[in-house]
């Protein structure tokens, strides 16, 4: 599916991202630079976690909804979203 | 400094976590499953961030606040903070 | 609807709550206890977040599923979804 | 405090939105609507808490630090932040 190999791309620039801290750490950088990087991949991993939670409010969720099998997907959702929320 | 190597070998787990995650996409696995470990791998990266944290107010800050030059490095730390928080 | 009188009394105990906090403030009160007050408060209204999200997943996007026009009514839900996704 | 007067007016806008919002929810406005509003209180309520943080590293972390007594001090903040992130 198109929508997989970008998600895919975008984990690898993520996994390559996480090796570059890595490398900072170990060269000891300054904290507020690591932070700095930290967040920004907090943010890309949140991003590619909105765009599955997308393909699959499309794809499952709208499935069940046509087959009137709502009820047990939607619990579901929200489960798994309030993983991602504070 | 033996902090950095705690956070470096769970930078390399979280490393893996998203190799496995990409897997679990060109298997086409269910999605709240993937949306699981997505939202575990975010947990993760947070909680390194939270342990850098406390690694530079142990030092960096506290060494500014000794040397009552604390005003812009808190300024600093209170603006990639707000980088992790919506 | 029922599960707006339920949204709505959570609601009151949040208002209730930050009038609390700013009680608290004005007895300069110790601030990690605010802060852990703070904290408590933005789960709250999280949660709120996440049932309106249920109501409106189960109400107009059902709704807009049913009727084959769900791509507006999704790409509209991420939008707001990452508003409180960092 | 000039800062506590800041910060509780600040809760005190905050009050008035989720009074706002219980009269969206009384009136059956559009959810999407309403949970922008929700994102909006949410982010304002966590801007108080990095006032807040910040007011506490000036303040009483900095005086543990300067006494020699920061390592229990810089815990606890650490593990109040933490009630912020997932």
Known sequence: ???NKDLISRLKKIEGQIRGIQKMMEDERYCVDILTQIAAVRSAITKVGILVLEKHTKGCISEAIKNDEQEE???ELMQVLSKFLK
């Open 1 to 3: 599916m198109d929508c």
């Open 73 to 75: 997907k939607i619990a």
